[in-house]
């Protein structure tokens, strides 16, 4: 089973830039595709990218689609999400998350405990 700890997260200017990086231990992290999801105060879970195992399939959320980059370094177990131009409505805590089983891009089932991105002036 994959753990996943999230950081980076904090207050942030309109316009400016963050990056995330989540660390996953547990499992072998370069079998398993990954994703980042946010969940934005009093509303429900967002996806917001997905990346596949070597890195070089990616897909977003069209929210954030040439804004934002998720990346993964399989060499240090640890997956990003840089996060340019932001937006009071990018406001939210992100959560990066793995599916149940290796080599699989099914839904996310483990979860790492969020980091919050205030994006305001």
């Known amino acids: 089973q994959v753990q996943l700890v999230e950081s980076g997260g904090g207050l942030v200017q309109p316009g400016g830039s963050l990056r995330l990086p989540c660390a996953a231990s547990g499992a072998t992290f370069s079998s398993y595709w990954m994703y980042w999801v946010r969940q934005a105060p009093g509303k429900g879970l967002e996806w917001v990218s997905t990346?596949?195992?070597?890195?070089?399939?990616?897909y977003y959320a069209d929210s954030v689609k040439g804004r934002f980059t998720i990346s993964r370094d399989n060499a240090e177990d640890t997956l990003y999400l840089e996060m340019n131009s932001l937006k009071s409505e990018n406001t939210s805590v992100y959560y990066c998350?793995?599916?149940?089983?290796?080599?699989?891009?099914?839904?996310?089932?483990?979860w790492g405990k969020g980091t919050l991105v205030n994006v305001s002036s």
């Open positions: 998350a793995s599916p149940a089983y290796s080599r699989s891009c099914s839904s996310p089932a483990h």
């Open positions: 990346i596949n195992t070597s890195g070089g399939v990616t």
